[in-house]
């Protein structure tokens, strides 16, 4: 990628100059919190810290606090420029800890290159940071540093340019053996660079089982050889061979892997040429690899290779490491990071690489399709699941050896708790996802001829979710589903053309639901075999719990043939579309968003109390504001009218709720304007529960909310039909469709509260319209 000099400068310098800033996680807003957030308040949890200073985890932000640490001797391909010139770097890398662990991040520039010194200064920090990051240290001083830092201090160090490219490339190293129909214990190996990647590589390779005979390290002045004494060290002694090779030319002849964390151009497309069949090449140097990918698939196209570049296939990027690995260390309370976890997060990603890639990751890159092979043996970058997969392994690790202070630990919980880590959205499905998992309901896929929804389906099964039943072309579903590599015996297939007999029955039901509405015995009979149709029937008649699509076709059509085969429940008098907006610090229920046009007081009603049943299912108290272009009367109009109506009957029917309106969308959320402002409401700016008084408002509502900043969307969930059911919009994502999935399978338990009929309620005239 070609970046020019004035737009890295625009980047660093503009808003505020650089990267990070810090943000208060507790409210700072009246005297009180002042008071709470220092003094006199603060002294409480002093004392207690005092008594008991690993209640500095639990009082303080020490737990989720990593110092990214350098004295800038070896930046990236910069060289030893100084610890203020490294400062950029190092705020860099705290942008990374944040976006994909969610760990916050002080970076510290310390001014030596004494050695001594240096581990002084960062031993002094400990009672502040978490963990310590290592970053930028030239070797062998980076060796000595870390060793010392690791045997003196109680938290994690660790020297992510050493442990960070070795882990990554030991899980290429694992699958790309793997694909080429290699052992471990039987490979040629050569490291080109023996500072401190190249030595951690090493040392990874011998955790994984690779014999240390079958190591050949490479520096500046050729093959590392016993009774060497040229530019040798301690570290590079542990892999002097007994050899008589002395070139890196000489040393590839015959090789298997080749790991280069040296310079640009070093490896020729002879020296490939020389190596054994199915050579894996880790080509690592940054910013330009040793030898082009270009290069060496012309010199060898049977080859696995990966290189430290984006624009590459099997990108080794370090950012696959250090945060997930110190968001599990962290989380259990780690006082190291030792081999046990180091190995763990290696085998994790490996693991996670054999998975089918969701189109998250795929959007990331340009809808590029990704499975196991050749070109993909390590996750992306961007891929969400690298932080449930690897922090995982790590927090597990870190307990079975000995090294936490967290002893009672169960990895499925702390994989669930890992959620809210990827954004409140996933924190907020987990819940129901780990809930759909124990309900284990019956869902019908129609479209399951569909790709995005067989590779939805996938997860579904993989997560215990639901018992999915696909219905399509029995030969086309097979195909599908062998294509993704999924094993068929793990949902059920329904073709309407191998159940004549079904069919029949469903067309003589359709006929006899929809005769008066311009249904014939023909047209039912086409309807029947129709996969939208059948499914819908098999719900109507038991055969399942719930269904979901939308991913084919048109939603109002999909809707509308929902709602003729199904029906509304018999207690409202509309069904209704609800979105759950999802913000950073709270979610708001949002409806109508997607249904009806301009709905009655008592539509309006019936959708706010099934709104705040849902809001309580997902562990809010709801607080519903009935919007308007008015507050509280300011203008008389048959509209404001309305929804002045609906708050009436919200107050009869479920007097519990907590209701008010008619007011403006500032009324509901800005709690300052509506304390000041109405000091009588019952909705003081905190209104969670949104009700528009008609569709254009509700759609372009929550639209807005949705783009106008860093929100997220859970929807639309169609309440007030007689069965569960859901249609997805056509766009929707395959994490869409399974957290669609998880909201139809539990949907019973959050919908399913009778209403009175609103003739049974006695309203005041005022109320009318």
Known sequence: MNIKKEDALNYHAGRRPGKLEVNPSKPCLTQLDLSLAYTPGVAIPCLEIERDPELAYAYTGKGNLVAVISNGTAVLGLGNIGAIAGKPVMEGKGVLFKRFADIDVFDLEVATEDTQAFIKAVQLLEPTFGG????????????????????????????????????????????????????????QIVICGAGAAGIAC???????????????????????????????????????????????????????????????????????????????????????????????????????????????????????????????????????????MKLAASRALAALAHEEVPDIVSRAYDDQEFHFGPEYVIPKPFDPRVLLWEAAAVAQAAVDSGVARVTDFDIEIYRESLEKHLGRKYEVMGTVISRAGRLRKRIIYPEGENDKVVRAVEAVINRKMAEPILIGRRANVERLLQSHAIDQRRLQIVDPAENPDLVREYASQLFALRQRKGITRTLAEEMA?????????????????????????????????????????????????????????????????????????????????????????????????????????????????????????????????????????????????????????????????????????????????????????????????????????????????????????TMSEFCCQPIPRVEEVSLPDEARV
């Open 132 to 187: 310590i990051n290592l970053e930028d240290i030239k070797a062998p001083d980076c060796f000595v540093i870390e060793e010392e830092l690791k045997r003196t201090m109680n938290i994690p160090v660790f020297h992510d340019d050493q442990h960070g490219t070795a882990i990554i490339s030991t899980a290429a190293f694992l699958n790309g053996i793997e694909i080429a129909g290699k052992k471990v214990d039987n490979v």
């Open 529 to 745: 075999r129709d996969p939208g149709s059948f499914g819908l029937m098999m719900l109507r008649n038991g055969a399942a719990d719930g269904l979901l699509w939308g991913a084919e076709g048109t939603y109002p059509d999909r809707l509308r043939r929902s709602l003729e085969l199904i029906g509304k429940r018999k207690d409202v008098h509309r069904l209704f579309g609800l979105m759950i907006v999802v913000l950073k610090d709270k979610l708001l229920f949002c409806a109508d968003t997607s249904v009806n046009f301009d709905p009655t007081a008592e539509e309006m009603a019936d959708i706010a109390i099934l709104s705040a049943d849902v809001a309580q299912y997902f562990g809010i108290t709801p607080k519903i504001a009935m919007l308007s272009f008015s507050n509280f009367g300011a203008v008389q109009n048959p509209q404001t009218a309305k929804v002045k109506r609906a708050v009436e009957l919200v107050n009869k029917l479920r007097p519990e709720l907590v209701v008010d309106g008619e007011m403006q969308v500032g009324t509901a959320l800005n709690e300052k304007q509506a304390l000041w402002n109405f000091p009588q409401s019952r909705i003081r700016g905190d209104a969670n529960v949104l009700i528009f008084p008609e569709l254009n408002s509700g759609n372009i509502g929550y639209k807005l909310l949705l783009n106008a900043g860093s929100a997220d969307v859970i929807g639309p969930i169609h309440l007030g039909m007689d069965r569960p059911v859901n249609v997805v919009e056509h766009s929707a994502s395959v994490s869409d469709i399974v957290h669609m999935t998880a909201i139809t399978a």
């Open 202 to 340: 090493a040392e990874m390779l011998l955790l994984v089982g690779v014999p240390r005979s079958n190591i050949r390290m490479v520096d500046t002045k050729g093959v590392i050889y016993k009774d060497r004494t040229a530019g040798m060290n301690p570290y590079k002694e542990r892999f002097a061979a007994d050899t008589k090779l002395r070139t890196l030319e000489q040393a590839l002849a015959g090789a298997d892997v080749f790991i280069g964390v040296s310079q640009k151009d070093l490896v020729t497309p002879g020296m490939l040429r020389s190596m054994a069949a199915k050579p894996i090449v880790f080509a690592m140097a940054n910013p330009d690899p040793e030898i082009t990918f270009e290069v060496a698939r012309e010199a060898r196209n049977d080859l696995i290779m990966g290189t430290g570049r984006s624009d590459y296939p099997n990108q080794v990027n370090n950012v696959l490491g250090f945060p997930y690995i110190f968001r599990g260390a962290l989380d259990v309370g780690a006082r190291q990071i030792n081999s046990e």
